[in-house]
């Protein structure tokens, strides 16, 4: 069965820094990988997708993700963080021919001056 | 940017009564969804509906719940008899085509039930 692992609750982060949040699934092909955001109040928010081609997607609001097939792997990443950028991170996976997500617990992401 | 709403956001209940969660989606929007999550744990899936009927439920989605497009533009969530176990911050979410290649979904602020 498929899942999704998300292996930090919660990270903090200087403004200014960068950042790395992980994300591991488990499916026995490649999955639909997702990265959403959730601020405090707000719905889930897409950031990117990765469905096949360059394994090196880029999203809104400055976020990248690099899907590594060996490492069963979804990371996402921001050069340089912002404080808008606290927030509730999401990694989700969809196998093929459905249509509902799997979701993992989450990292919550906060960010100091 | 269009976007998904849902209401109430919070919804305190006593144990065994009825609630509904209601949803407009975008307005475009053919696909919908119910998703929710427990405190501290995952996102999970409930359902999904499409042309008036349920394509995809999960084994969350039991008899208690159900799920309506009354009219063009809502969709609601119910459950019949909450129990304290369905506490949770309930997802709707909506696609304008179905498959993740083609359909995006995208989600409202969420519901947050507590059951008493």
């Known amino acids: 069965a498929q899942s999704v692992t998300q292996p930090d609750i919660h990270i903090t982060v200087s403004e200014g820094a960068s950042l790395e949040l992980r994300c591991n699934y488990s499916y026995g092909a490649t999955p639909y990988l997702f990265w959403y955001v959730q601020s405090p109040g707000q719905g889930l928010q897409l950031l990117l997708k990765?469905?096949?081609?360059?394994?090196l997607v880029q999203g809104i609001k400055g976020f990248e993700a690099e899907f590594k097939r060996s490492q069963s792997s979804f990371n996402l990443r921001k050069p340089s963080v912002h404080w808008s950028d606290a927030a509730e991170y999401f990694c989700a996976v969809a196998v093929t021919g459905a249509n509902n997500l799997f979701f993992g617990t989450g990292t919550r992401l906060t960010v100091i001056p | 940017e269009p976007e998904v709403t849902q209401t109430p956001s919070h919804q305190v209940t006593q144990m065994g009564q009825e609630v509904i969660l209601r949803c407009v989606p975008i307005s475009n929007h053919l696909y919908f969804y119910w998703y929710r999550q427990i405190l501290g744990q995952k996102v999970e899936f409930l359902v999904s509906f499409y042309n008036n009927e349920i394509s995809e439920k999960s084994e969350i989605f039991d008899d208690q719940f159900s799920v309506e497009r009354p009219d063009g533009s809502n969709f609601t969530l119910k459950i019949r008899s909450t129990k304290l176990e369905d506490s949770a911050m309930y997802f709707c979410?909506?696609?304008?085509?179905?498959?993740?290649?083609?359909?995006?979904?995208?989600f409202g602020p969420g519901t947050r039930l507590l059951v008493l």
């Open positions: 990765y469905f096949s081609g360059d394994t």
């Open positions: 979410a909506s696609s304008a085509q179905g498959g993740f290649a083609r359909g995006t979904q995208y």
